[in-house]
């Protein structure tokens, strides 16, 4: 049956530029779907979080949200901010970023169905949430420079980043167990991968209640192009300068910037609880 009432978020400017459009084509269909929707077109950073808890409070138990990861982060966080989990709301993913990354995770299973929220506690205090990956070091590093160049752009910027990026220490707390390191690259994944198919964590499950922690020890630029299949194709764990680490609460210390589905959150220490079945994912076949 279709939920009682349905809201939209789309994000205008996802894709460079691309969001408006995409939505326009999965209007029709989606209406036919769930009936009477209104878009609501974000204008900036934090509008999504801003609509998707007014949505909620105004009684909407499904959310269509058009945009990339970014947006599905802003919007999953704007619903956990009131309550953990956020049960009462179904979330509906219309990929239109640069990168969707998120939805290679989710797959084509339908749902409605539970899905894995990281809580982040920061280092001034402050709290955050993703849903895909999050990243120090080369990974952050490449998103500053990247600013919505899709994943050509990045792929450029991290090789550009990579050729003026050294290994630094770094301290993992993986459920208690230590590890000190010189690393490149660390990623925290509930998604998959990063940067528009980047397949860093390639074991990762969003609803198995676990991180799958990638360390990308001291790598250089000839190592990047000389894996870049392994990079793409989900082996990455063959290199032997990688390590894999799985766990449920990581403490990552690092004099390292922080990205969180794609966007800069600060700088590290910081801590990454997973909340099993945070949210809920409704799959949508917009063929």
Known sequence: MPPAKAGVIVNPHAGRGC?????RRAEAGLRARFGALEAHFTAGAGDAATLARHLRRSGCDL?????GDGTLNEVASGL????????????????A?????????LGSAAGPRPIDAVHVALRDGSERWFVNMASLGLGAEVVRRVRGRGAPGYLLSAAAALA???AIPFRLTVDGAVLETRA?????????SQGGGMCVCPRARPDDGLLDVTVIGDAGLADLLLNLRRIYSGSIYEHAKVRHLRGAVVRVEAESRLDLDGELAGWAPAEFRV???ALTIL?????
């Open 283 to 287: 799959g949508l076949d917009l063929a």
């Open 19 to 23: 969001g408006a459009q995409v939505w």
């Open 80 to 95: 956990l901010a009131d309550g953990v989990p956020a049960a009462d709301v179904c979330l509906a993913y219309i990929p």
């Open 63 to 67: 959310l269509l949200v058009a945009g």
């Open 184 to 192: 490149v690259h660390v990623a925290l994944g509930n998604g998959t």
């Open 164 to 166: 003026r990026t050294r």
């Open 97 to 105: 970023g640069n990168g969707s990354d998120f939805a290679r995770a």
């Open 275 to 277: 909340v099993r079945g």
